[in-house]
């Protein structure tokens, strides 16, 4: 199993960039799939996350109508388009996934930067 996350980069605020996670080795229709973020200093936190088999999401409080997670079945990916960018967002970003029922994420890719400059 490999998730493979991109995407990320230097963006000005008020900016936008779209993360994606290619997902391989399995079918995750039976899985939560999320994004994660930490920042310098600070605690990993999730950020989004949606159930494949649905399409039911949720969202951290911070990123509510900014944020918007999707997931493409065809493609078997995972993206995250980031409009209104912040400082704050600053961070590396990681997709997970995890069993339906588990609360554990099992699952994660590799972390992308994304830089938001003021």
């Known amino acids: 199993v490999q998730l493979q996350a991109s995407g990320g980069g230097l963006v000005q605020a008020g900016g936008s960039l779209r993360l994606s996670c290619a997902a391989s080795?399995?079918?995750?229709?039976?899985?939560?799939m999320a994004w994660f973020r930490q920042a310098p200093g600070k605690e990993r936190q999730s950020v989004a996350v949606?159930?494949?088999?649905?399409?039911?999401?949720y969202y951290t409080n911070s990123v509510k109508g900014r944020f918007t997670i999707s997931r493409d079945s065809a493609k078997n990916t995972v993206s995250l388009l980031m409009n209104s960018l912040k400082p704050e967002d600053t961070a590396v970003y990681y997709c997970?996934?995890?069993?339906?029922?588990?609360?554990?994420?099992?699952?994660w890719g590799q972390g992308t930067l994304v830089t938001v400059s003021s």
């Open positions: 949606i159930r494949w088999s649905s399409g039911t999401t």
């Open positions: 080795g399995q079918t995750f229709r039976d899985y939560n």
């Open positions: 997970a996934a995890a069993a339906v029922g588990t609360g554990r994420y099992e699952y």
